[in-house]
């Protein structure tokens, strides 16, 4: 009998290789082969002993469908970030930086949950159940009825998890550390993640429990092990933030049950985890008016509006290859962006250092916020200040034409109850210029290309600072 050959698994993107790589040739990562064996994992069992299939009914897509249930956390952000509350039999994927506050968001929410009488189970792979004690009483949380303990083997978990009353919530922490038995592997690899994993979700749709998995991340933000797991998930979500702010965001990438790119604030505490109900009224505070290179951006996250600062530094460089350093946005559009106004604005910027940033700490996604960059980088190079009661928000084409968004309704009803009064914004059929879409007594600056917002920004200046911008287009 031939010996069986071990596979090699890249345990970054899960490519397999019959030999030993330096370099995985799917992903381009070093070092990331392990070798494993190939009558593991998932389809081993099958493999092994294949068995005759059953015939199963078809239905169609015609009938009627109830909206599924919901078990309210108790905490209201991460409640929005899941779509109303958790789906029984659902399992959700959470992935974020060492020290972020996972763990402590989890245990306030199991805390929450338990004090409504639901049964909550607590499993943790990294820490023993001490340690876990020691965060809740820090949190004033001790005095909830959360099950705690330690333990890693999946095949433990799952049986000790059935006995008694289905809890409504299982955390586990995280599913790097946890093994199973059918996957002769390491635990973190892929095949022991893949595995694990799916023998938790397949409990949890058997059980009708929700499980909220906890992952590692790589150096560059994204989630570790293969990606399989997040596609076999029902819900992933990403939590943000560093040390130098004092605040969090739970955003959701992918949600079966509810809108993506959902986002919850949450500021870090003495007392754990603070829910923020008002977060562009964060993003917000102390900023400086008065101040050249700052444009308010009404942007949107999921379906909340959201109004962040985007900052602008514009200097001229003694290098010979000016500086592009950008913190929160794409500097890729950053890059396209300073064409546009070159080509169609008449704004010389290859000569110039360009920082660009967003206030907080905040992750800028969408492309309405071209008008507010492009608005904060003129205003810098000018040395015009933008008026305090104005915010922005617009996709820039390359041909200069600014580009309607969707939710402008939204954007400047969120501006006017900040107080904001005046908006510049694109206009056309799907624009802010219509009259359902403006709220009473917000000024709407409506334009069709970038050169508009240029002059309109360059009127701003005082003692000759529209003529600097002659100056800088040469």
Known sequence: MAKARSNFICQACGAISPRWQGKCEACGEWNTFVEEAPASGIGAAAARGAKKGRIFALEGLSGESQPAPRILSGL??????TGGGFVPGSVLLIGGEPGIGKSTLLIQACAALARKGERVVYI?????????????ERLGLADAAVELAAETSVEDIIATLSAGRTPALVVIDSIQTMWTDTADATAGTVTQVRGAAQALIRFAKLSGACVILVGHVTKDGQIAGPRVVEHMVDAVASFEGDGSH???ILRNVKNRFGPT?????FEMTGGGLAEVANPSALFLAGRDGSAAGAAVFAGMEGTRPVLVEIQALVAPSALGTPRRAVVGWDPSRLSMLVAVLEAHGR???????IYLNV?????ITEPAADLAAAAALVSSLVGAALPQDMVFFGEVGLSGAVRPVPHAGLRLKEASKLGFSRAVAPQGPQGADSKSEKPNGMGLNAIRHIGEAIADIAALGRGGASGGVKRAAG
């Open 124 to 136: 943790s792979g990294e820490e023993a159940a001490a340690q876990v004690r020691l965060r809740a």
């Open 347 to 353: 704004i010389k910027l290859g000569q110039h250092d």
């Open 246 to 248: 004092h605040f969090r």
């Open 261 to 265: 790119d959902e986002i919850g604030v």
């Open 76 to 81: 209201a952000e991460l409640d929005r970030v």
């Open 359 to 363: 206030a907080g700490g905040m992750k």
